[in-house]
């Protein structure tokens, strides 16, 4: 086993594991939720680069591979709104957040096509990725850099000081 599957299998252990325990820490409160949801995000992209790598057969590395655009597209819009709640629960309305939505939805439409991989051998070799990359990574870091200068914009806004050393956390993770 490759030194990357393994690390994969590990990293993805984990991301299931700390996403479970924010959840069922508190699964009533928003930014649990959405913080749950930024980090099963990751565990479906770490599972998706695994199964690819594992793929012997190139169909079904093909499945896996365009899988793997929905993880960062999905982390990208739950950190989003985990900043949103974490900033301003009153401004995170279901209206705002659908809005929000829908550049990632319009990305993860083109999950299935060759719009997103158009070709791969097996165990993932030799990808040609297809032109839904020069959409999705702009959008990626849209939700991103918005949520980051949100962060930063209230971290020397607030004068709550849990605020700010929670902030400064996130800021290291």
């Known amino acids: 086993m490759q030194i990357a599957n393994i690390l994969l299998s590990i990293t993805s252990t984990v991301a299931l594991i700390l996403g479970l325990f924010i959840l069922l820490s508190n699964p009533q409160k928003n930014e649990n939720r959405s913080l749950s949801g930024f980090i099963f995000s990751i565990f479906i992209w770490l599972i998706a680069n695994l ?3 594992l793929s012997k ?5 093909l499945v896996f591979a365009r899988l793997t655009l929905v993880g960062p597209v999905l982390f990208a819009y739950f950190f989003y709104i985990f900043v949103a709640l974490f900033v301003d629960p009153s401004k995170a309305t279901k ?3 659908i809005r929000a939505a829908i550049p990632g939805f319009l990305v993860l439409l ?5 719009l997103n991989i158009e ?6 070799a030799n990808t040609k990725v297809g032109s839904i990359y020069t959409v999705a990574v702009p959008v990626i870091l849209a939700y ?3 949520a980051l200068t949100k962060l930063v914009r209230y971290f020397y806004k607030t004068r709550d000081l849990l605020k ?3 902030i400064r956390y996130i800021f290291v993770g």
């Open 51 to 53: 199964a690819t790598n």
């Open 110 to 114: 083109a999950t299935p096509t060759s």
């Open 144 to 146: 991103m850099i918005v």
């Open 57 to 61: 057969n190139p169909d079904m590395a």
């Open 164 to 166: 700010r050393v929670q």
């Open 95 to 97: 209206k705002h957040l």
């Open 119 to 124: 070709s791969i051998g097996a165990y993932g």
